[in-house]
């Protein structure tokens, strides 16, 4: 099996902190990585993203969405090992170009695979990301203030439109499940058993 990757993905901008610590194949689709960043962040995956290394961005190239997305080489033609090539352990994850929601990830460690182990592996972390489209960064601040404020002027509108929110539950076990689909078990091989042969 491929080396491992640990990651550590953290949200730019925003508090309380939320981050996460993954490990992933370093030979997995950029593509690929990008739906495990959506299911360990909490996020809903109804928007563009890109990987940013320097001048470099990978996502879904769209001639037609103007600045950001028209210069996106292929992240599904990309991998993870690619994008790291040899220049350094610090690479940027953009996803929802309105509201800019900006990760910086860190490679903290390359190891082996541990026999019998499933990747992608959720770790820890720590914070709920803000809901979808709640404008950024400072959108995410004023939607703090006024659901922790029972008698801010829209304490009762945002909570109906968000539903309960705990800025501290990352929603572990939802995670865990999530993460589960994507991953496969690692082959095993076959013994032979006593008079038979295995091909």
Same mark, same amino acid.
């Given at each position: 099996m491929a080396d491992i990757t640990r990651l550590r993905i953290e949200l730019d901008e925003v508090k309380p902190r939320v981050w996460r610590r993954v490990? #992933? $194949?370093?030979?997995? *689709?950029?593509d690929d990585l990008h739906v495990v960043i959506q299911i360990v962040m909490g996020w809903e995956n109804d928007h563009l993203y890109e990987f940013r290394r320097g001048r470099t961005a990978y996502g879904v190239p769209d001639p037609e969405?103007?600045?950001?997305? /028209? !210069? /996106?080489? /292929? =992240?599904?033609?990309?991998? +993870?090992?690619?994008?790291?090539? !040899?220049?350094?352990?610090? %690479?940027?994850? #953009?996803y929802d170009f309105g509201d800019d929601w900006r990760h910086t990830i860190r490679v903290e460690a390359i190891t082996k695979a541990v026999p019998d182990m499933s990747y992608p592996r959720f770790l820890e972390g720590e914070g709920r990301c803000p809901p979808e489209d709640v404008g950024g960064a400072w959108g995410y601040a004023a %939607?703090?203030?006024?659901? @922790?404020? $029972?008698?801010?002027?829209? *304490?009762?509108?945002? +909570?109906?439109? /968000?539903? $309960? %929110?705990? $800025?501290?539950?990352?929603?572990? @076990? =939802?995670?865990?499940?999530?993460l589960g689909k994507l991953t496969k078990p690692p082959r095993r091989k076959k013994k032979p058993t006593a008079g038979r042969t295995t091909p």
């Open positions: 490990e #992933v $194949p370093i030979d997995i *689709h950029l969405w103007g600045l950001e997305g /028209s !210069g /996106s080489l /292929s =992240a599904e033609e990309t991998r +993870l090992k690619d994008l790291l090539g !040899g220049r350094g352990k610090v %690479f940027t994850y #953009v %939607f703090l203030a006024a659901i @922790t404020d $029972p008698t801010h002027e829209r *304490h009762a509108e945002l +909570l109906e439109w /968000s539903g $309960p %929110f705990d $800025p501290t539950d990352i929603g572990e @076990t =939802a995670i865990r499940r999530e």
